[in-house]
């Protein structure tokens, strides 16, 4: 079966530009997360997404960032404006359903760098 | 509030030698327990999970409530299980990462 996608997989844009991020997630998993990684750090989870309806963004920084799962199937994070502290990877998963002890399956991340 | 530990961000052994990679949760209740591993140049995927109880690539986790941790252990380490490891918990909509260990394996 085919993966968790993710594009673009490198991206540099200079602070306060606006950028997005695409993820399609394997068929038929209900449940999509975006997780930003920082340099030295594990995965931090920002939004999760259960079919088109969002379960959890408590630690989105809603100001400057958004995201969407308009059909419950791809899914958009958006950075606008862009920040210095935003350089990260961003990590796209899936998984069936959002049960705490279900596997989530990962794309390959963008890479995302501000100047 | 840090909610996982993982105390060492290097850990190098000898191929062959026994490897554990400590992992220290805080957090009451039951949360689920897993660990994640990402080899170079590739995604990050699960390696194992507590509710699961299984043994992968020869390494097992037990869960110990009393000292909050998930310990990784391999009996014999092997050259290919050099990687990032990190430890992960799951709370009603929450999961959380540790900072990862680089698990280094030397011929």
């Known amino acids: 079966e085919a993966g968790v996608a993710q594009s673009p997989r490198y991206k540099i844009i200079e602070k306060r530009q606006s950028v997005a991020f695409w993820c399609n997630p394997i068929?038929?998993?209900?449940?999509l997360y975006w997780y930003q990684q920082i340099l030295g750090q594990g995965p931090k989870l920002l939004i999760q997404?259960?079919?088109?309806?969002?379960?959890?963004d408590s630690q989105l920084p809603k100001d400057r960032f958004s995201a969407e799962r308009l059909k419950g199937v791809d899914s958009t994070l958006k950075i606008q404006p862009a920040k210095l502290e935003d350089s990260a990877v961003y990590l796209c998963?899936?998984?069936?359903?959002?049960?705490?002890?279900?596997?989530?399956?990962f794309g390959p991340g963008t890479r995302l760098t501000v100047l | 509030a840090q909610r996982v530990t993982q105390p060492e961000k290097l850990l190098s052994v000898f191929k062959g030698a026994p490897v554990e990679l400590k992992c220290n949760y805080s957090y009451s209740g039951s949360p689920e327990l897993f660990w994640y591993v990402q080899y170079s140049r590739q995604r990050l995927q699960l390696l194992l999970r507590h509710i699961s109880r299984e043994s992968i690539k020869g390494f097992t986790a037990d869960l110990n409530k009393g000292e909050t941790s998930f310990h990784l252990k391999k009996p014999f380490a092997q050259e290919e299980d050099s990687a990032m490891y990190y430890c992960?918990?799951?709370?009603?909509?929450?999961?959380?990462f540790g900072t990862g260990t680089s698990l280094t394996v030397i011929p």
């Open positions: 998963a899936s998984s069936l359903n959002g049960d705490r002890g279900i596997v989530q399956f």
């Open positions: 068929s038929g998993h209900a449940t």
């Open positions: 997404f259960q079919n088109n309806g969002v379960v959890d």
């Open positions: 992960a918990l799951g709370w009603g909509n929450q999961f959380y």
